[in-house]
């Protein structure tokens, strides 16, 4: 399991020509299982994304494809965890042990 967080390098006038494009990104990802939960930091500098990657090597290939990459909006910094406790919802993503 990762925790991805996002620091805007550009400007939000910037984040938001390549915004619509980020969340396509995203839906893609949700629907392949890959993301669990995302969303944006307050004050507004940059975002956060739990991802379910079997690897380091795979997270990196999907972020690659993030406009946000692509565009050099942000830059990404990634935590690698082991869950070992889990609200009820989220007990399907604890490692096993």
Same mark, same amino acid.
Request: glycine share 4%; hydrophobic share 45%; no cysteine.
């Given at each position: 399991?990762?925790? =991805? #967080?996002?620091?805007?390098?550009? *400007?939000?006038? %910037?984040?938001?020509?390549? @915004?619509? $494009?980020?969340?396509?990104? /995203?839906?893609?990802?949700?629907?392949?299982?890959?993301?669990?939960?995302?969303?944006?930091?307050?004050?507004?500098?940059?975002? =956060? #994304?739990?991802?379910?990657?079997? *690897?380091?090597? %795979?997270?990196?290939?999907? @972020?690659? $494809?993030?406009?946000?990459? /692509?565009?050099?909006?942000?830059?990404?910094?990634?935590?690698?965890?082991?869950?070992?406790?889990?609200?009820?919802?989220?007990?399907?993503?604890?490692?096993?042990?």
């Amino acid at each position: 399991m990762f925790i =991805v #967080i996002l620091t805007y390098k550009k *400007s939000l006038q %910037e984040v938001e020509q390549h @915004l619509t $494009e980020h969340n396509a990104f /995203l839906d893609k990802h949700y629907a392949l299982g890959k993301f669990v939960v995302s969303g944006r930091k307050e004050p507004r500098t940059g975002g =956060v #994304i739990m991802a379910n990657a079997a *690897s380091r090597a %795979e997270l990196d290939t999907i @972020l690659k $494809e993030d406009p946000f990459a /692509l565009h050099d909006i942000a830059e990404y910094d990634i935590v690698e965890f082991m869950p070992t406790k889990a609200a009820k919802n989220f007990s399907a993503f604890k490692a096993l042990e």
